[in-house]
């Protein structure tokens, strides 16, 4: 988050390398600075676990950090610098569960989304990420959040979606009811007819902390 409000405000000058932790670095940040942005993977539980060097490459494991991935593609970690909590639910044998979904690769790991976002809707399991891609994928998307909200006694997906001037116009000149049909309409190329979000929401842009955190 810092470094995206720096960008010509504030270059670092005597700057050798940049670190960037606690939240994703956003992809095109990097071009605007001339140094290396190391990004940096870890957490409160695990500490720093992983690096890149460049936006989408696969994270390299740090050198005193092993790594797994289990049936469910969820990442594990194992290393002598993690927090050692009181509990042990998400623990084995030295072992710590991320909440990450991964995929090992030849020269890393890729991460995939958090196990967490994995939602039952009706008994069918639907991944919130995934949703999210599809619906990224549209013209005039810039970006999406999908949730499962309550309504009365029923789980309905609903997602929020930040348009560009060129959608905020054709939301405008259509109107809410024919704009949303023609995204389904579009949704169904990639998506069950379960994982379509029945409540949808047009902003602008979707709000991010200090934290980088929506």
């Known amino acids: 988050a810092l470094l995206k409000r720096c960008i010509g405000q504030f270059d670092f000058a005597k700057a050798k390398q940049i670190f960037s932790s606690g939240g ?7 071009q605007h600075y001339s140094q290396h942005i190391v990004e940096v993977l870890g957490s409160t539980e695990t500490g720093g676990i992983a690096t890149r060097f460049e936006d989408d490459s696969s994270w390299q494991a740090m050198a005193d950090v092993e ?6 593609q969820q990442l594990w970690v194992k290393t002598a610098h993690a927090y050692q909590p009181d509990w042990q639910n998400d623990r084995q044998d030295g072992w710590i569960a991320t909440g990450d979904l991964a995929e090992i ?18 008994e069918k399991r639907i991944s919130l990420n995934a949703v999210e891609q599809a619906i990224d994928r549209l ?23 930040a348009l560009d001037q060129s959608g905020l116009n054709s939301l405008m000149q259509l109107g809410k009811l024919q704009f949303v049909q023609q995204f389904k309409a579009k949704l169904t190329e990639s998506l069950e007819l379960i994982a379509l979000p029945r409540q949808w929401r047009f902003v602008t842009h979707i709000p991010y902390n200090a934290q980088s955190k929506i």
């Open 24 to 30: 994703r670095l956003e992809s095109g940040i990097r």
């Open 67 to 72: 790594i797994r991935v289990d049936e469910s």
């Open 105 to 122: 690769k030849a020269n890393g790991f890729q991460l995939l989304g958090r196990a967490d976002r994995i939602v039952k809707l009706e």
């Open 139 to 161: 013209e005039y998307v810039v970006s999406s959040k999908a949730l499962l909200i309550k309504h009365g006694n029923r789980e309905l997906l609903a997602t929020v979606i």
